[in-house]
């Protein structure tokens, strides 16, 4: 069964920062480009940030770029996105998704990925 498992989403103050984590399994992980995308409440979904299956390219919406890094370990099965200076325009919830290719993929819709997972969410506030 394949599974993509995402966490480390929370509560934060604007300027803090959190790391996300996405657990995959039931599929070969580093055959597959990995992308963060997001959807706010009320809003249509968010392209983040997207890395190619051998972790050596990645790649960041302009609103996050300087702020996010995204990252995977493909001996872990596990994408991360390490959010720093969050602010509150970054509230949303947060999915993990795969496409099966080795360059990155940049969607912002989750039908356009092979896999996603359930969204951990993310909320910023004072």
């Known amino acids: 069964e394949v599974q993509l498992v995402e966490s480390g989403g929370g509560l934060v103050q604007p300027g803090g920062s959190l790391r996300l984590s996405c657990a995959a399994s039931?599929?070969?992980?580093?055959?597959?480009?990995m992308s963060w995308v997001r959807q706010a409440p009320g809003k249509g979904p968010e392209w983040v940030s997207a890395?190619?299956?051998?972790?050596?390219?990645?790649y960041y919406a302009d609103s996050v770029k300087g702020r996010f890094t995204i990252s995977r370990d493909n001996a872990k099965n596990t994408l991360y996105l390490q959010m720093n200076s969050l602010k509150s325009e970054d509230t949303a919830v947060y999915y993990c998704?795969?496409?099966?290719?080795?360059?990155?993929?940049?969607?912002?819709?989750?039908?356009?990925?092979?896999?996603w997972g359930q969204g951990t969410q993310v909320a910023v506030s004072s």
């Open positions: 039931g599929f070969t992980f580093s055959d597959y480009a």
């Open positions: 998704a795969a496409k099966k290719r080795a360059l990155a993929y940049i969607r912002r819709y989750l039908n356009d990925y092979d896999y």
């Open positions: 890395i190619n299956s051998g972790g050596g390219n990645t």
